[in-house]
């Protein structure tokens, strides 16, 4: 009974093969380039997303600048220099700190590098003194060798580091394994005890040394000083308001005023994060406005055509009738054509779309391209099988009207039809 239906579909189709050609190209056109438009979407997505580096993004950053108004009878253009008294002080009075650490440079401003020796090589980079939760912060890094570090080193101040994998590649040559080494910079050995690879500031950021905190004071004589201080909230945390809060706790507690914005710079990823994800939202609004036409065409297409095919079976399904065919079953008929029609030519539509970004992907893969503002052009497919769902809803819409039409021609009308 299943296989007869389909037999008769498929000879009531066949017998107009260009028009049943074109409506089903027109369904397959607005799926195609519905997943496309998705999947670029995605793509841009992606690459705003990796452009916010390896860093929580609930993390705030802070830092000290120098005051732009007096307050309480102390002068405009002090410097505020933070210290590990500020880091006790939010955990004390700020309810929520998830992670907290200090981030520490080592030089000046006309030296912001140190010289790092292996044996007879040498070179420049950035010297970072952290504390282990730093590393939770940025959680997205990768490590190629080794351990990142942790509270043991922080607590015996070890003499041990954590380089970039730029750092690694000029001190011991790229691909080489650099665990156990020691390198040597301020007079003192450290050893090697993990290489980290960060894509921010297009890797730029892997041009870095990291050590503990203890030992970076220890060694560049700091005392308590810090140069940012890095956190996050808690899970379920408004990130705005956590930010607002220490904030107001570090100008409170460095007696800058309310309205000095220059003293104590916030860098919060949430506001980015919200930033960005209004444009996305616009855009991807516009993606479905411009697919949904598109599949709205498809779908008007499909309507037509059934019109045209219960006009021209009039006297068919006259004949039916008169042999005792209920209306049910003439709309059930003229439906299946419709939701057949629109199911596989969407269905081929879905195939090859995501076909097609698989192969943009391999792409974008094999030839190691690095696109600022596009990566890995995907589509959810849960998205994509309910888009396909819908469109066989409508097919099936699309098709009632026809099929209700149908449904009353009376026998003795049809047999007069030409």
């Known amino acids: ?47 705003s997303d990796n452009s916010f580096g390896s860093d929580d993004r609930t993390s705030i950053w802070i830092s000290g600048g120098r005051t732009a108004l007096p307050y309480h009878g102390r002068p405009p253009r002090r410097l505020i220099e933070f210290t590990e008294d500020d880091i006790a002080a939010i955990q004390q009075n700020i309810a929520g700190v998830q992670y907290i650490s200090a981030e520490n440079r080592a ?25 282990d939760d730093f590393f939770r912060i940025k959680k997205y890094i990768d490590y190629p060798y080794g351990r990142t570090l942790n509270g043991l080193d922080e607590r015996d101040a070890r003499r041990v580091a954590l380089l970039g994998t730029v750092v690694s590649d000029r001190l011991f040559g790229a691909g080489v394994n650099p665990l156990g080494k020691e390198i040597n910079f301020h007079g003192i050995v450290f050893q090697v005890v993990g290489v980290f690879h960060d ?60 309205d000095d914005t220059r003293a104590v710079n916030a860098f919060n990823y949430a506001r980015q994060m919200a930033q960005v994800e209004q444009v996305f939202s616009a855009i991807g609004v516009f993606i479905w406005f411009v697919g949904l036409g598109t599949l709205t065409a498809g779908i008007v297409g499909i309507s037509n055509i059934m019109i045209i095919t219960v006009k021209d079976r009039t006297r068919e399904i006259g004949v039916r009738k008169a042999l005792g065919a209920t209306p049910a079953s003439v709309v059930l008929m003229v439906l299946s054509e419709s ?17 097609l970004l698989e192969l943009v992907n391999q792409g974008l893969e094999a030839s190691k391209a690095n696109l600022a503002y596009f990566e890995r052009p995907e589509v959810d497919l849960w998205i994509a099988a309910k888009a396909v769902i819908l469109l066989v809803v409508c097919g099936a819409l699309a098709g009632l009207a026809p099929a209700m039409r149908a449904a009353k021609i009376l026998p003795i009308e049809a047999m007069r039809e030409e």
Do not use: C
Request: charged residues 15%.
């Open 107 to 131: 030089g000046e401003r006309w030296q912001r590098t140190v010289n790092i020796t292996y044996k007879n090589q040498s070179a420049n980079f950035g010297v970072y003194g952290v504390a």
């Open 1 to 47: 009974m299943f296989f007869d239906g389909l037999q008769e579909i498929y000879y009531s189709l066949s017998r107009n093969k260009l028009r049943t050609f074109l409506t089903a190209f027109g369904v397959f056109w607005g799926v195609f380039m519905l997943i496309l438009l998705l999947g670029a979407g995605r793509g841009l997505s992606n690459a």
């Open 199 to 258: 894509e921010a500031r297009e890797g730029r950021m892997s041009e870095r040394v990291y050590i503990p905190l203890s030992t970076f004071q220890k060694t560049f004589g700091r005392a308590n000083k810090i140069g940012q201080i890095t956190l996050t909230p808690a899970p379920g945390l408004d990130p705005i308001a956590f930010e607002e809060k220490v904030v107001a706790l570090l100008r409170e507690r460095h007696v800058v005023s309310p």
């Open 339 to 355: 939701v057949l029609l629109t199911a596989v030519a969407g269905y081929l539509g879905l195939v090859l779309g995501v076909g």
